[in-house]
């Protein structure tokens, strides 16, 4: 009985450290949104949270918070929503700040996926004597951070697509006309994704058509994405709004592209271009992901076009599919969110689950996963 009630205590207790963490999202990439909170004699003593990467972690932030009250914290207890690290990286080891301060037992809800942290986190602190428990509310913990992990295991971003369309599957009609197949409060929603984003990618095609600026505007934001344009030609036109000043762009180019294009963009300090090869015309994804992957891009927002969305599709490169669709037929003449992928038999076809139903009236939002 005390068991199940200690358990729920700590639940409780994690859901506190959890809201914490969820402070930090979207602004810690390549580090994990991580929090923490210490209790003694029944009493929050001190929290915190991860505010970006080169800054504490959660565990020295809520010490820090409980010292600053004049809080004893000797004996208490920390819940930390990831495993506290053990290494050197930007920042000193977490687990030599809660030995020092004798806190006497810790709560993770889950283990760091960091190959210099894995489990050595929690055994050092356990060798010290410290009373370690894991596993409280681990799959919130582990969905908060699904992008880290993948980054983390994968060697490579986590690659959420994001589509906005018509019931009957279309982004545009034949002319190319989209403004707008969603209302406000999907396009809202829209702009939270591009804040929990460390970029947000787009083909020439939608750069040139929509003329997008890709940065987060209809919800707050400390930060912008870093802007990723696909465009072996160099076709969009400079003074589109890809290239303003309002955040950083990397435009990945091929041998092709105009050379005095080139040198002009060259010129301006927000943008970054990549050369990288063309096969049959293409750039391969892996050399996209891996030129990304070296820049620290944790969490990759595709957001069209259809080209580009089929090709991440047909490569079965997605993590995550975030699907608006809106109560609104175009027909077949319209353009289809997805191109060709040759399926021939239906047991082919690319399978997700729906992990999330949200109505974003007058349109819903579907959260899918492979
Ligand atoms: C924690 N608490 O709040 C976070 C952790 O370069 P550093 O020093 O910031 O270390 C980054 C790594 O530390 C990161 O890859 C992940 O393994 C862990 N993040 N650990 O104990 C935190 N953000
Ligand atoms: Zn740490």
């Known amino acids: 009985m005390r068991l199940v009630q200690l358990s729920r205590l700590d639940e409780k207790l994690m859901r506190l450290a959890l809201k914490e963490a969820k402070k930090g999202k979207g602004y810690t990439h390549p580090n994990p949104a991580v929090g923490a909170v210490i209790v003694k004699n029944g009493k929050v003593i001190g929290k915190g949270y991860h505010k970006k990467a080169g800054m504490p972690h959660a565990e020295r932030e809520a010490i820090k918070d409980a010292l600053s009250k004049g809080e004893n ?8 929503t990831l495993e506290p690290c053990c290494h050197y990286g930007r920042t000193p080891p977490c687990t030599e700040a809660i030995i020092d301060s004798r ?3 810790v709560v993770i809800a889950t283990l760091d996926p960091n190959p210099q942290v894995a489990g050595k986190g929690a055994e050092i602190l356990k060798k010290q004597g410290i009373e370690v428990i894991t596993g409280i509310l ?15 295991q994968k060697k490579r971003p986590f690659v959420h ?17 989209s403004k707008w197949i969603t209302g406000e409060k ?9 804040k929990e984003a460390t970029a947000v ?40 709004k890809i290239f303003n000043k309002k955040a950083k762009t990397v435009v990945f180019v091929s041998e092709l592209a105009d050379r005095g294009k080139i040198h ?30 070296k820049m620290e891009v944790m969490h990759l927002l595709i957001e069209g076009g259809k080209d580009v969305i089929t090709q991440f599709f047909k ?5 995550k599919v975030s699907l608006f669709v809106a109560p609104k037929i175009i027909g077949e003449d319209g353009i289809s969110s997805v191109g060709v992928l040759n399926i021939k038999d239906i047991s082919e076809a690319l399978k997700l689950q729906i992990e999330r139903i949200k109505k974003l009236e007058p349109d819903i939002y579907l959260e899918l996963y492979p």
């Open 73 to 80: 914290i000797e004996g208490s207890t920390m819940y930390v």
């Open 103 to 105: 806190i006497k037992r």
């Open 138 to 152: 681990e799959n919130q913990a582990k969905k908060l951070n699904e992008d880290f992990f993948v980054y983390i």
């Open 161 to 177: 697509i994001k589509i906005a369309q018509t019931v009957d599957g279309k982004i545009a009609t034949q002319t190319g006309s």
């Open 186 to 194: 999907a396009r809202k929603y829209a702009h939270r994704l591009r």
């Open 201 to 240: 990618l787009v083909g020439v095609g939608t750069a040139v058509k929509d003329n997008p600026e890709l940065t987060v505007r209809n919800f707050p934001s400390k930060k912008q994405p870093l802007r990723v344009l696909i465009d072996k030609n160099l076709k969009t036109p400079l003074d589109h």
């Open 264 to 293: 002009l963009l060259k010129k301006r300090s927000n943008i970054q271009l990549i050369t990288l090869p063309l096969y049959e015309g293409r750039f391969l994804i892996k050399d996209v992901l891996d030129s990304l992957y």
């Open 315 to 319: 490569e079965g490169i997605y993590d």
